[in-house]
């Protein structure tokens, strides 16, 4: 089956196209504060172009396409722009959508669809339980229980946030971009303030994920997924020995919708 993914992220807009299970292109676009439909068909029909392989889908191949946004105020423009472009009706991510994996936490409507797709990649790559870090404009941590169910997790501010913050509610704190500093102690203010943001990062990802997986799991290892912007800057310096998925949520994504597909 063809699949067709989008994930509308605060910070990044990512798409891919899938022949079967081989993500076979994949591209990320910054993600408008506005959008109209013609807009995003017209960003679609762009990327498209410059990234589809010559001939997909192949020859009156069926296609089925899945969008997933953690933006309300996109998330229609993004769907109407789908279905214009790919004349395809479009699953989108929400409480209506049969997932396949149970959500245990209190108000499963409100989690949002990265981390759902996050968590059906997960136990389809890693099995159950599993724990997932995805780094956007915040890094959420995403917890698989033992019996395959999405059971919670960890919401904290990302890199750009963390930094925006400081610059915010200290006159003299300037905004730093993340990078990874040479040393942990800094010897101007901006170093200091990288290593803060980089080093605080690594710190607080490693520590929640050692108290995710005493939750967890009583005996035996729990695998831990990376994904995200910020996923391969990080990655090096973890000790949770995370494994390295760029596209996690696109593959849960395209499980969602073959899934889907096969039930009709």
Do not use: Y
């Not at 798409?15 to 504060?33: N, R």
């Not at 919670?152 to 990078?179: C, D, K, N, W, Y």
Request: proline share 5%; hydrophobic share 50%.
């Amino acid at each position: 089956m063809n699949v067709l993914a989008v994930m509308v992220g605060n910070s990044v807009t990512e798409a891919g196209l899938f022949a079967g299970e081989q993500l076979v292109a994949s591209w990320q676009m910054g993600t408008a504060a506005r959008l109209t439909a013609d807009e995003a068909r017209l960003q679609l029909r762009s990327a498209m172009a410059a990234f589809a392989p010559a001939g997909w889908p192949g020859e009156g191949a069926s296609v089925q396409v899945i969008l997933g946004s953690v933006v309300p105020a996109l998330t229609q423009p993004w769907r109407q722009a789908l279905e214009a472009e790919t004349g395809q009706r479009v699953l989108v991510m929400g409480p209506r959508l049969k997932t396949g994996i149970a959500i245990t936490c209190k108000n499963p409507a409100e989690v949002g669809a990265d981390r759902v797709a996050d968590a059906v990649a997960a136990r389809a790559v890693a099995g159950a339980p599993a724990v997932v870090v995805h780094l956007e404009a915040a890094t959420a941590i995403t917890a698989v229980d033992a019996a395959g169910a999405l059971a919670g997790g960890v919401i904290a501010p990302g890199f750009e946030a963390s930094s925006a913050t400081m610059a915010h509610v200290a006159a003299r704190l300037p905004e730093v971009e993340a990078q990874v500093p040479r040393q942990v102690v800094g010897k101007t203010t901006q170093e200091a303030i990288a290593s803060g943001v980089f080093w605080g990062e690594v710190a607080r990802i490693d520590g929640l994920v050692a108290m995710v997986r005493v939750e967890l799991a009583s005996t035996g290892e729990v695998p831990v997924l990376l994904t995200g912007q910020k996923a391969a800057l990080l990655a090096p310096h973890l000790t949770c020995a995370p494994a390295l998925h760029p596209h996690l949520t696109l593959q849960g994504l395209a499980r969602i919708a073959e899934a889907s597909a096969a039930r009709h």
